[in-house]
């Protein structure tokens, strides 16, 4: 498999491993040369080349920002592959579905906003997270694949899951994001909506699925979210008394109002800042322990 790495980082190459289901990178294509200025504009990242289909397969090309924060002491840094930007997929009936629900939950987002924290936003938001299904990619079509890593020396692995599943609350808000409704600690198959305040408000439902003997956390998105997709947060035993995760993101987009948010936002660019501050959350409360 291709691998990438930012001129900035320390830490060893990427290996771009995606979500079980999501489209699979083809590890014997070339790649297409880069330009002098595309290479300072982007670093040394670049799209992989995606497997051929109908539609005449994925066309290799520079893709988003990548590499650590200057003076972050975690080596945060990703490396992404397969269809860069993401693209709606699904038949139009589904797509008509998902993007009612995204405009419905950025409707809810602004009076949750006006409303602040309380009990009826908190009821509201229950309710309606318990109608929302599962929404990963599909199968076979085109997938954005990141693949973001960092350490966190001298915290055992065991230690850093069990943070992040009894602290949800503080690891989102590092990063901007509030958890609606409000949760204390994450239970296996917890549904919550991430809330951006934007512009434009957004609810993002998740939900939540934790594997203890794995150190590992699975997150993937239901109806209504801009994106399907699936993170995957790994904590991995270093070798040298810390950890190392490694977050492995598969996402697509779910209706044309994902090409609407592409033309009037940077949301991709977004995205990276939200696991920046995750990540350097995570190594910030428990590495300077």
């Known amino acids: 498999m291709s691998r990438v790495l930012s001129q900035q980082s320390s830490v060893l190459p990427l290996n771009i491993e995606p979500e079980p289901g999501a489209l699979p ?29 109908s539609g005449g397969g994925v066309s290799p090309g520079v893709g988003p920002r990548c590499g650590p924060m200057t003076g972050t002491p975690n080596d945060f840094d990703f490396a992404v592959g397969g269809a860069f930007p993401p693209r709606p997929t699904g038949n139009v009936r ?21 409303l602040g924290k309380g009990t009826v936003v908190d009821a509201y ?19 954005s694949l990141t ?46 909506f991430l809330e951006e305040k934007g512009p434009p408000p957004v609810w993002a439902p998740v939900m939540f699925r934790l594997e203890p003997e794995k150190h590992t956390v699975h997150i993937t998105t239901l109806d209504g979210h801009p994106l399907r997709g699936t993170n995957r947060f790994v904590f991995e035993d270093d070798g040298a008394g810390g950890a190392r995760l490694r977050q492995y993101s598969a996402f697509q987009g779910s209706s044309p109002a994902t090409s609407v948010g592409m033309k009037l936002m940077d949301p991709i660019e977004r995205q990276h800042d939200i696991w920046r501050s995750v990540h350097a959350h995570l190594h910030d409360t428990l590495a300077s322990r």
Request: negative net charge; hydrophobic residues 40%; without cysteine.
């Open 94 to 114: 589904e797509q008509m579905k998902q993007g009612a629900l995204t405009v419905a939950q950025s409707e809810a987002a602004a009076a949750s906003l006006l």
């Open 25 to 53: 990178v083809d590890a014997s294509a070339t790649r297409k040369p880069q330009s002098a200025s595309a290479r300072q504009e982007a670093s040394t990242l670049e799209v992989f080349r995606g497997p051929a289909s």
């Open 147 to 192: 693949d973001y890593t960092s350490v966190l020396p001298g915290v055992a692995p065991e230690v850093a899951w069990d943070y992040l599943v009894r602290n949800p609350g503080p690891v989102f808000e590092a990063a901007g994001i509030r958890l609606q409704p409000a949760t204390g600690a994450l239970a296996d198959g917890a549904k919550v």
């Open 125 to 143: 938001a229950r309710g309606h997270l318990r109608l929302l299904d599962p929404s990963p990619p599909l199968e076979g079509a085109p997938t």
